[in-house]
């Protein structure tokens, strides 16, 4: 009998279960892959965030050592924007990387392993043990060589992915959902020289690029996804040419490189699934997923491996009733990652920003603070909150930069917030609508979103 089956035990998994074994609890971790093995649907790159984590969980210098070199700065050319700034720390941590998952994956196994986590590679979940009431109590598997494998304990976790089977078993509902807003094509090449993270969005594309293990780049291109299916070829048809259309001076760069591996295709849907029931857990892309344009999804994962595990090792040990603390996690993880969710989805629609947007983002970027908060949204170390909030925009429009702003909507939002009488809870209201008016969807839900954490990220304890 087991405290916890932790279901899948990549990048949500293993710290799921590391934690929980580093507490003193009895740990089953089950995967059908045997490692080190690969993710190939993952674009994998790890935001300050996660890094701080793996700090803390004493596992960045192997990451370190495996030679994944570390990304300082994020960027974005979009029309007359043209960002390249550093990224604003979680923590005391200001720096990113993206190392291949075959390599991150298997520090993270590792890690569970050696905090006392028992691993069993090759099994392959199909069935949840319950009680009369539905209570999960355990898993029934196979492995690849047809044995049947039971096991009972008494929280299951399902961190086996967006199409996981203990969600589909436990009937999780899903909300806030969204079809696959952007399908990409992505490959890795060799001879090309890229230090950070540049992305380019124009025409209704977006493309992006950065470094990883064995001097390799991975770079993409993502279409709406209506879009993507109306391509009149393939990725060796398509690629290079979008990026002659939105990126040409790269596109001469990626001309030169050789592609080293084959092409990927991919797309993701949008939600969040119930987190939680009798006997049941899920964390990870089981339980919430979100376009890979920010690709946010590994740094989501250990966020919310992080609140899971703290909720587990507290209904296990007494210290408040199960169910009270699995609700909280979700609660947090709603939280933490709703802003993020939000603004992921609104960039992934590649609608054109209006005139004055444009120009605010533009002049965001010679705003040493804003221009590390441009950087620190797509590094979710910045929330939409906090960048779009009427103090920050004030900040913008009466500094250096909002001289030269010459839109007659942004000229009347700096008049109305730029004196004494901007300072009033009538000129901050309504100057927030009408910044909140010029944002489309995102907008929308910061119109009635709730403040951001006072403090990103905030360490937990391990």
Known sequence: MYDVIVVGARCAGSPTAMLLARRGHRVLLLDRATFPSDSPLSTHLVHPPAIMRLARWGLLDELRATGCPPIHEYGLECGPVDLMAPLPPAGDVDVAYAPRRRVLDDILVRAAVAAGAELREGVSVQELLTEPDGTVVGVRGRTKEGTVVEERATVVVGADGTRSRVAQLVGATEYHTRPPLLTSYWSYFAGLAVKDVPTFRANHKYAFAWPTNDNLVLVGMAWRTADFRRLPGGADEVFLPAFDEIAPAFAARLRDAERAERWMSGSVPNFFRTAHGPGWALVGDAGYSRDPCTASGITEATRAADFLA???????????????????????????????????????????????????????????????????????????????????????????QGAELTHWRLRALRALVGGPAGRTRLARGLGQRLVNGRLGPLGSYLATAPPAPPVVNAPTPS
Request: hydrophobic share 40%; proline share 5%.
């Open 310 to 400: 703290e909720a587990l090792h507290d209904g296990l040990s007494g210290a408040r009733p199960m169910a009270e603390a699995l609700a909280d996690y979700q609660r947090r993880r709603d939280a933490a990652s709703r802003p993020f969710y939000e603004y992921t989805c609104d960039f992934a629609s590649l609608d054109d920003y209006p005139a004055d947007v444009l120009q605010l983002l533009d002049a965001a970027t010679r705003s040493e603070w804003h221009a590390a908060g441009l950087s620190g949204l797509f590094a979710q170390t910045t929330y939409p909150q906090e960048f779009f909030s009427i103090d920050s925009m004030a900040r913008l429009l009466t500094g250096p």
